[in-house]
């Protein structure tokens, strides 16, 4: 089976920093575009940020200068740096892939089960 899996969430003071990581596992040759959605108690899920294959990224205005996207195509995983953590960053943090090609065929709209993300004051 295709997933992706999240790690590092946690708790973390504000101004903290934090690492996501979000590895897509199973029989996969090419992941496309993949990004960082989050969603915190009664909101909608938001876009974080996006990167393609070629390494192209977009931030959303919110964590612009504080949060980083990045990818490792061979270790078939995606990141997020957070620095200067706030309190109204505190939401499960989720990732996505847009499409992969794997053994089975073509998969879109992957998601991950997300990670929780809590930041103190």
């Known amino acids: 089976q295709v997933q992706l899996v999240e790690s590092g969430g946690g708790l973390v003071q504000a101004g903290g920093s934090l690492r996501l990581s979000c590895v897509a596992s199973g029989r996969i040759f090419t992941i496309g575009p993949m990004g960082w959605y989050r969603q915190a108690p009664g909101q909608q899920r938001e876009l974080v940020a996006t990167i393609n294959s070629g390494g192209d990224i977009m931030s959303a205005d919110s964590v612009k200068g504080r949060f980083t996207i990045s990818r490792d195509n061979a270790k078939k995983t995606v990141y997020l740096q957070m620095d200067s953590l706030k309190p109204e960053d505190t939401a499960v943090y989720y990732c996505?892939?847009?499409?992969?090609?794997?053994?089975?065929?073509?998969?879109?709209?992957?998601w991950g089960q997300g990670t929780q993300v809590t930041v103190s004051s």
């Open positions: 996505h892939a847009e499409s992969l090609t794997t053994a089975w065929g073509p998969q879109y709209d992957l």
